[in-house]
Nanobody, 119 residues
Framework: QVQLVESGGGSVQAGGSLKLSCAAS????????MGWFRQLPGKEREFVAA????????YYAESVKGRFNVSRDTAKNMVYLQMNSVKPEDTAIYYC????????????WGQGTQVTVSS
């Protein structure tokens, strides 16, 4: 497993933008994908977006498609989440995650970063 550390969370007004970053350390990541999940207050953690590590194919939850953009920098072992046109319902703790193999679940997690969107 790799160690993952998120940064970039904070408070933003509805309609604004925020960019989250996640650094993988411990070893060079060369697994299947890295991505982002979030946990809204009182709810289970849910998938937000992911990017395949080698090819860069992007995957999005319907709730963020067209507003969020996931990207990666394989040279820096980093994954990013650009959040645009944010809404109050995007308020959550955002977690970075890594998936070593396509036939396995995401199995490395960051500690999470809080994003709060005010109306």
């Amino acid at each position: 497993q790799v160690q993952l550390v998120e940064s970039g969370g904070g408070s933003v007004q509805a309609g604004g933008s925020l960019k989250l970053s996640c650094a993988a350390s411990g070893r060079t990541f060369n697994g299947a994908a890295m991505g982002w999940f979030r946990q809204l207050p009182g709810k289970e953690r849910e998938f937000v977006a992911a990017v395949s590590w080698t090819v860069g194919i992007e995957y999005y939850a319907e709730s963020v498609k067209g507003r969020f953009n996931v990207s990666r920098d394989t040279a820096k072992n980093m994954v990013y989440l650009q959040m645009n046109s944010v809404k109050p319902e995007d308020t959550a703790i955002y977690y970075c995650a890594a998936r070593e193999h396509w036939n396995a679940d995401f199995n490395s997690w960051g500690q999470g970063t809080q994003v709060t969107v005010s109306s």
